[in-house]
């Protein structure tokens, strides 16, 4: 597989006191036959995390309309699970809802941060998305100790599959806590059940973290994206690529990724975030260049 890439497709730049800056996790939802929603993470003037969304035109040369005026999911209340930030994680129509799984952030003393997931639920009286609950979906346990991540959740014969990222341990510092890819399921979107199994491991001299998968199957394989970092040669992030028959297995192949850093430019020092999707018979890839989405999301597309 090779992806080409196309463009950079937005950045925020100050544009309120909200979305200072970064777009970061973006997300894909159609809205018509030729436009797209992309809801994204960026941060405040104190470096907080809210979610965004900016409409995409993809007959009109991808013309950006709609930049949201507030946020689409803002940080909760001093002492709650997303005190210090929300990201944007995976959004998934459940039984006429629409839900919103979002990563909440609270930053620590004895370690960097602790990340959990959350579910904000869309009103469609209010034409917003509300949190579902104070506290998070998906918090530690003694599967998930740490830290955990990121999902991608797919619907197969009534049971919701969710892989997800979580921390093996910690260390002096990040470079030692070992964040890799699990596994759970529930039967209907709140509750979930875990896998105690690591299911994408890390693999590479160095490689201390796995990180946002992205998950589609297609012809009876499942297809996996993610960000992973670093080895011996690098320290940034890579996108890289795994396969599976069963959604349980999974078969690394991440040189067979298919894009990777430019020679110059936004996305020249890392690449991560992928997020794959279908418009007219095409497949492309959104994703993060430099800084973790700081130069915002750019696109690819797969060359046939």
Known sequence: MKWIKLKNLFCPDHESGWMVSHAANPFAVPLNKNSFRVYFTCRDTTSRSHIGSVDIDFANGFKISNLSKKPVLAPGDPGMFDDSGVAMGYLLPVKKKLFLYYL????????????????????????????????????????????????????????????????????????????????????????????????????????????????????????????YRANKKIKTYRIGYAESRDGMKWKRKDESAGIDVSASGWDSEMICYPFVFSYHKNKYMLYNGNGYGKTGFGIAILDQ
């Open 104 to 227: 909440g952030w609270n930053l620590k003393v004895t370690v960097p941060w602790l990340n959990t997931i959350g579910l904000a639920v869309w009103n469609e009286k209010e034409k917003k998305f509300k949190k579902h609950s104070r506290a998070p979906v998906m918090d530690r346990s003694d599967e998930d100790p740490f830290s955990i991540s990121y999902p991608s959740i797919l619907l197969e014969n009534n049971v919701y599959r969710m892989w997800y990222g979580s921390n093996l341990s910690w260390g002096k510092d990040q470079s030692e806590m070992q964040h890799v890819i699990r596994y759970a399921e529930s039967t209907n979107g709140i509750q979930w059940n875990r896998s105690r199994k690591v299911i994408v491991p890390l693999q590479h001299p160095g490689e201390y973290a796995l990180s946002k998968p992205f998950v589609i199957k297609e012809n009876s394989m499942y297809k996996m994206w993610y960000s």
